[in-house]
């Protein structure tokens, strides 16, 4: 029997593009490879930004109501192609089906939410001499660099408001997940003018080139801290712009006035949804002692009636971890919080394949300077810790380099909104968490970001500043 491949290829000036290197893309429920894509190289990309160069006055002298139709329109292509791409998505990344459709339908409400965002131009002085307004224009091409663990979604954060602002794109996704991407780049071929919306696939080197490239303007980057880091460098090379999304190592906070069987279930899926692979993953669980032990048995209680197993089964609620370095690092963590002699209190026994599986896993107040609490770890091991102070809970979940999200959960809305108040994060919710919007700013503080998305704010990233001052006396 010959194995039959997804067939799809890079979209560059409006076109498809084959490539004579291509990489292999796995399913990680059963190890398989499920396509053979284009591995871009550097001309390839020099092609994409060549394309995205022509077509940059062009669009950025269309109307922007013009621009918001084309994409509110692309927004609906998405949705009347739903199972087709959460489909092809559930089989890359390993989401059960449930969450791969999600995915899709909140790509295309973010589209279509984004495209009702104006910068608008505003006067900021006017008297008998000068008039002096301030408006944006756009910065020219645009490079996103997107992850595996949210491929579509990061992708269309990126893409919605830089195409409405005006920019050109080059979009790249991990080499991990590039099939759904690759897709909808196929489905933006007709819509868009040509050169508007490209989409490359290849390795990490593809994204080291486009962030050193001479003719892209700004860098849209979601992936790691360490990456992060050396974005931030190459970009320096032509003074990109950039907005980094990176790591984090987010904290829940329990106060001792919650019910623990009320919120378990709650809790346990922000630390677990999508197999923990994400970025405002819930990654400490501090609780207060009064009702630690309570909290503890009731959430392993609730996690033990959790299935993990393969995406394309309806009654998998986590699939695997995306890929085998992931899942790799996630078996290491194991293995070094057992040698440390650590309470795993469920899971930790990880089965021989086929699949990236792993259990979901909670450890029982291990070291504050353990590797379980310090490191970021992208995978389903929890460690759920004791508190008694609040200044002591408030410094342990601060004394951390990253700060992306956090979360504080009790019956005392005004304590925990104090507590909120000082956490060293971009986002931080009360009784809450996950919760992002179109119309909410989103960026890391410290090591987990530079610069916002979504918002307003996110919006203006993919603008110039520009002020012009007219003085309204005659010459002569
Ligand atoms: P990663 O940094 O390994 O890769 C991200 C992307 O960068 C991929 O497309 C990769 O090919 C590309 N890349 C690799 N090397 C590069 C280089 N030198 N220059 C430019 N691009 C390069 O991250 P990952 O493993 O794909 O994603 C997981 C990480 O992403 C986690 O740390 C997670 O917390 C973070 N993340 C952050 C957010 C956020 O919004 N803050 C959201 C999702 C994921």
């Given amino acids: 029997m010959t194995t039959k491949y997804f067939e799809l290829e890079m979209t560059i000036n409006g076109k498809a593009v084959v490539t004579e290197k291509r990489l292999p893309v796995i399913n990680p429920a059963t190890e398989q490879i499920i396509a053979y894509v284009p591995d871009a ?63 899709i339908t909140r790509a295309s409400y973010w589209i279509k939410e984004t495209t009702k965002q104006r910068l608008d131009r505003k006067i900021i002085e006017e008297n008998e001499t000068y008039r002096v307004e301030r408006y ?6 645009v490079g ?31 080499p991990y997940t590039p099939l759904t991407a690759l897709k909808i780049g196929e489905l933006g071929r007709k819509l868009f003018p040509a050169g508007v919306l490209n989409v490359l696939s290849g390795g990490d080197d593809l994204g080291k080139w486009m962030t050193e490239h001479s003719d892209i303007n700004k860098i849209s980057f979601t992936g790691s801290t360490a ?3 050396k974005v931030m460098q190459s970009a320096a090379s032509n003074l990109k712009r950039i907005t980094l999304e990176l790591g984090g190592n987010d904290a829940a906070i329990v106060l001792p006035d919650v019910e623990p069987k009320k919120v378990v279930e709650k809790l346990f899926w922000t630390a677990f949804r999508n197999t923990a692979q994400v970025c405002i993953a819930t990654k400490r669980m501090y609780v207060h ?27 998998s609620q986590l699939g695997p971890i995306q890929n085998k370095m992931q899942f790799e690092k996630v078996k290491d963590l194991i293995e070094n919080t057992k040698k440390s002699g650590a309470d795993i209190v469920l899971g930790g026994e990880v089965q021989k394949g086929p699949g990236y599986f792993i259990p979901v896993t909670i450890v029982n107040n291990p ?39 956090g979360s504080v959960w009790g019956r005392d809305l005004e304590l925990a909104y104090s507590i909120a108040e000082r956490l060293e994060t971009g986002t931080v919710w009360v009784n809450e968490s996950q919760i992002l919007s179109p119309h909410y700013p989103f ?34």
């Fill in 136 to 141: 944006y224009t756009p910065l020219g091409i």
């Fill in 443 to 476: 960026g890391g503080h410290k090591e987990s970001g530079f610069g916002i998305e979504n918002s307003l704010d996110g919006l203006s990233e993919y603008t110039n500043s520009k002020t012009v001052m007219i003085n309204k006396k005659k010459m002569d």
């Fill in 227 to 229: 990456t992060g880091k």
């Fill in 41 to 103: 190289n550097q001309l390839e990309l020099d092609k994409a930004v060549k394309s995205a160069r022509t077509a940059f006055p062009g669009w950025a002298a269309t109307d922007i109501d013009k621009r918001a139709q084309l994409l509110n329109t692309f927004a609906d292509v998405l949705l009347s192609h739903k199972e087709e791409l959460a489909n092809l998505f559930s089989l890359e990344m390993g989401r059960p089906l449930a969450g791969a459709l999600d995915e």
């Fill in 367 to 405: 070291p504050e300077d353990s590797r379980v609490v310090v490191e970021e770890a992208f995978g389903p091991i929890l460690p759920v810790l004791k508190y008694k102070d609040y200044e002591d809970v408030i410094e342990r979940v601060n004394n951390t380099s990253l700060g992306l999200g």
């Fill in 289 to 315: 002692e009064d009702i630690y032990d309570e909290f503890l048995t009731e959430l392993v209680n609730y996690a033990k009636t959790i299935k993990v197993g393969d995406g394309a089964d309806p009654s």
């Fill in 144 to 174: 996103a660099i997107a992850p595996w663990n949210f491929p579509v979604l990061l992708s269309i954060w990126k893409v919605a408001p830089a195409l409405l602002t005006g920019n050109t794109i080059i979009v790249k996704p991990s």
